[in-house]
């Protein structure tokens, strides 16, 4: 796995400079495909879909961002100036939302489609399992069956 030149972007909303890691070269070797659907490259890392602005914490999705330009691994920076964004210099990377704050989003009603609800909702679902991935089995079992009533409702809306 190499490491590529982080992707600029700004937030949607008050049009704050973010950084996407990118890899010039990955693999697929040993992936870890989950009961609830979850598929990990360990040596194939991938950006978040949906992050929060780290100014105004405003969600939002990468596939609704404007690219800006990039900056490359070493340091020197190549911007494509398409306007003026903020915080340019303290851009910071985009980091993947937690549990509540992606059912926190769900439930807001913030005139989602049915399709980006179901993967928000299905997001969430994988950040309440992700907590079972990496311990021992007989801690997963006896811990399996306390779920919240939030997350026993998100899988209701799920199916």
């Known amino acids: 796995m190499l490491p590529g030149p982080d992707m600029i972007i700004t937030c949607p909303s008050c049009k704050s400079a973010h950084r996407i890691f ?16 979850k598929l990990i490259y360990p040596m ?6 949906i992050t929060k602005c780290n ?24 911007w494509l100036m398409k306007f003026r964004c903020r915080h340019l210099d303290s851009a910071q990377h985009v980091t993947e939302l937690t549990e ?8 807001s009603g913030n005139m989602l489609s049915r399709d980006r609800e179901i993967q928000l ?4 679902w994988w950040a309440a399992n992700d907590s079972f991935r990496m311990t021992a089995p007989n801690e997963q079992f006896s811990s399996l069956c306390q779920r919240s009533p939030r997350q026993n ?3 209701r809306h799920l199916v």
């Open 44 to 49: 194939f890392p991938k950006p978040p879909q």
């Open 100 to 107: 509540d704050e992606l059912l926190n989003f769900a439930e």
């Open 55 to 78: 100014v105004c914490f405003h969600p939002f999705w990468l596939d609704d961002v404007e690219f800006i330009g990039e900056a490359d691994i070493r340091g020197f920076k190549r």
């Open 121 to 124: 909702r299905l997001f969430a």
């Open 153 to 155: 409702d998100n899988l």
């Open 22 to 37: 990118t890899l010039l070269s990955a693999n697929t070797i040993s992936p870890m495909l989950w009961s609830d659907g």
